[in-house]
């Protein structure tokens, strides 16, 4: 037989660990700004699940979905059809979307979410001509060269070394 203690301890353990259930949501999939995103990853989630939301306006041409890699290829020829039958404005419902979820996103091609904004912005206004937001060039300031990748340590190293010889630390 329990007495009055433990079960008054079992029954608001209870009662808490239901309400606590009561609050609990999946994410959202279709509408990914009603997401809490308190960690970077679960607002990385968010802006694929933004990227997912597609539009049958967009399925028509290969170039015109957007994805992880940050490419839209719009010919000269189409991009009347990219503006005017409402791919432009799912594209820039979808840019809002990632924006709004995570603000610092960058895509493969390491363009911001601005720089799709102010491309097809851009092209659209005009209407003469298409574009392509494929720039994959060779960053030549990173460091993915050998000298890159061992001239720092290395300095510090030296430097480490000259510190404790001098003050006998």
């Not at 279709?30 to 997401?35: D, H």
């Not at 960690?39 to 028509?60: H, K, L, V």
Request: proline share 3%.
């Amino acid at each position: 037989m329990m007495n009055g203690k433990s079960s008054f301890l079992f029954c608001f353990s209870l009662g808490t660990f239901l309400l606590l259930l009561t609050h609990v949501h999946a994410e959202n999939r279709t509408e990914p700004r009603k997401n809490s995103n308190l960690s970077p990853f679960e607002s990385w989630r968010s802006a694929y699940f933004c990227m997912m939301n597609t539009s049958d306006s967009c399925t028509i041409k290969d170039g015109y979905t957007l994805g992880i890699n940050g490419v839209l290829n719009v010919h000269d020829s189409d991009i009347k059809t990219f503006c005017n039958d409402g791919c432009y404005d799912h594209t820039l419902a979808v840019l809002s979307c990632i924006q709004d979820v995570k603000s610092d996103f960058f895509f493969q091609t390491k363009q911001p979410v601005s720089y799709l904004q102010n491309v097809t912005h851009s092209a659209c206004a005009s209407q003469l001509y298409g574009f392509n937001t494929n720039v994959t060039t060779k960053n030549p300031n990173s460091a993915t060269s050998l000298y890159g990748r061992v001239y720092m340590p290395l300095v510090s190293a030296l430097t480490t070394m000259a510190f404790i010889a001098t003050f006998g630390v």
